[in-house]
């Protein structure tokens, strides 16, 4: 009746296929845990699924929020260097006074001519407009002010003037062209590539929650074997204490079936303390660092594995998969963008290398009346006009700076080139590695999954021997070994499985998107300007 009992018990717990429903599979594992282990306590079980294991992550996990951040310090750096575009009202306002020492007396041919006194000027202006740069390079000022020169040197001179400028200067060489607008497309790229780093990020902290679950639920179901494998010794010992005292076995048979299940038991501690480390990683990729109320709850996955399917060997899949890594890897993406940057910064390099060239045009108008006011009013009278045209050029002796940051950029550039490569080589090698790994551990999972069932019916066969006195508690106890290895074994196979497929899924690219997760890609406008930040 015993020996009946641990039967079922290792149908029902010991070899439930990972397919069976959630709701039993996990039920039945609580009951071990509160009845035969107290020691790990499963009171109160914070029931997890996979999806929502990875949608906390995405909430709480520091790494992510990092990275996350530091997307969003990209954008804003986008959004900065939209500054240099913005106009700027300024207003210069000049004030002076001198003193002229008086001119000593002056005799010209024996003629006293005489001297000057000494002369106070005092001087005044007010200078003020708009100023700004424009996207083709052109930068522009406005500025209109009054303007007061007051003399004394005998009599008083008053003087009150005013102006009106336009001035507008184009770079014809350097700093022309699209160099200005080269440098928000630079901003534009630097926040791709934080979005794509975010992303990998991202897909790297899935990957890692998959796995740490995955984790869980065999290192449970080890869990549950050993446990199972003790229940195992210990029936063996009851029967061998039995034949023992018949005068069957002698007492050194009872001793090597004792010492079995010592270390069986000790296995059973040894995979207690696995299951807890393993929820304590699982844990810390999931949990906000402070929800202490979490930490403390023991953890219950509720996702199935998938079973032992597998992709069938096409090439043509194969190749698809391919595609699809190097057009989704955001690591692929990453590089590309920084190659992006690196052609736009030797641009740049080749336009800092040209003779300064610029092209200036100024037109004013100005006034001359007895007050401030009549001063301002008149300046609308385009009959006291002038106008400028300018023409300025400049080429350093040498231009090491300029030389020298035009081969660094083609360097970079090169290098740039090289890591992309790098990168799309590494891509096409981890989707074949992947894909036939998933291939090769489905086959596992078959494989050990029949040596299990076969290694039962050995053990089983052997028990019964035993139970006749056809056996030894020898060869039952390595019967047994063999079965509970190929347990092992079919465990492990099932956990490589399920890595296998999330490190199929990373390798193309497409991790989030196969657990319904969506980032938002950034789309800077190299047209429109961002608002005005509010402060």
């Not at 989707?431 to 050990?448: C, G, K, P, S």
């Not at 021997?465 to 019967?479: A, M």
């Amino acid at each position: 009746m015993f020996a009946s009992c641990v039967l079922a018990l290792m149908s029902a717990f010991l070899l439930a296929p990972l397919q069976e429903t959630d709701e039993d599979l996990w039920a039945d594992l609580l009951s071990d845990y509160t009845e035969s282990t107290p020691s790990f306590d499963m009171s109160d079980p914070l029931e997890l699924s996979l999806v929502d294991a990875i949608r906390l992550s995405f909430g709480n996990n520091l790494t992510v929020r990092a990275a996350n951040l530091d997307s969003q310090a990209s954008v804003e750096g986008f959004g900065s260097a939209w500054g240099r575009f913005d106009s700027v009202l300024f207003t210069d306002v000049t004030g002076s006074r001198s003193v002229t020492a008086p001119t000593p007396t002056n005799i010209v041919g024996g003629v006293n001519v005489g001297g000057s006194g000494a002369t106070t000027q005092t001087f005044f202006n007010l200078q003020s407009g708009v100023r700004g740069l424009f996207l083709s390079g052109t930068s522009w000022e406005f500025s209109v002010g009054p303007q007061r020169v007051k003399t004394q040197s005998g009599g008083t001179s008053d003087i009150y003037t005013a102006s009106s400028n336009l001035t507008i200067t184009h770079p014809l060489l350097r700093n022309g062209g699209d160099f200005e607008r080269q440098g928000l497309e630079i901003a534009a790229h630097d926040v791709r590539i934080a979005a794509a780093g975010r992303d990998q990020t991202a897909m790297n902290t899935v990957e890692l929650v998959v796995i740490s679950y995955w984790n869980l639920v065999f290192s449970l179901q080890n869990l549950r074997t050993k446990r199972a494998s003790v229940a195992l010794a210990e029936e063996l010992v009851d029967i061998t204490r039995r034949t023992f005292d018949q005068g069957l076995r002698n007492r050194i048979e009872v001793v090597e079936v004792e010492a079995e299940l010592a270390q069986r038991q000790e296995e059973l501690i040894q995979a207690e303390n696995t299951a807890s480390q393993a929820m304590d990683e699982l844990r810390r990729l999931v949990f906000a660092p402070g929800d202490m109320e979490q930490f403390r709850r023991p953890l219950s996955p509720t996702t199935r594995a998938l079973g032992d399917e597998a992709p069938v060997e096409d090439p043509a899949k194969l190749e698809d998969m391919i595609l699809t890594a190097l057009a989704r890897r955001p690591d692929i993406l990453q590089r590309r963008w920084e190659l992006g940057r690196a052609d736009l910064e030797v641009e740049r390099a080749e336009n800092q290398t040209l003779s300064r060239f610029d092209m200036t045009a100024a037109y004013g108008t100005n006034s001359n009346e007895g007050s401030v006011s009549d001063s301002l009013q008149t300046l609308n009278d385009n009959q006291f006009d002038s106008a400028r045209l300018t023409l300025s050029w400049e080429m350093p002796f040498g231009n090491r700076t300029a030389g020298y940051d035009l081969r660094r950029a083609r360097v970079t550039r090169q290098r740039a080139g090289v890591l992309l490569r790098e990168v799309e080589l590494l891509a096409v090698t981890d989707v074949r590695i992947e894909e036939r790994n998933v291939r090769l551990q489905a086959q596992r999972v078959r494989t050990t999954a029949e040596s299990s069932r076969l290694n039962r019916e050995v053990y089983e066969g052997e028990k019964r021997r035993l139970e006749n006195d056809l056996s030894t508690p020898f060869q039952v106890r390595e019967t047994l070994r063999n079965w509970l290895d190929a347990i092992d074994t079919e465990l492990r196979a099932r956990l490589d499985l399920e890595v296998s497929r999330v490190a199929l899924s990373a390798a193309q690219g497409v991790l989030l998107e196969s657990y319904g997760l969506a980032t938002t890609q950034p789309e800077p406008s190299l047209e429109v300007a961002p608002p005005p930040p509010f402060r």
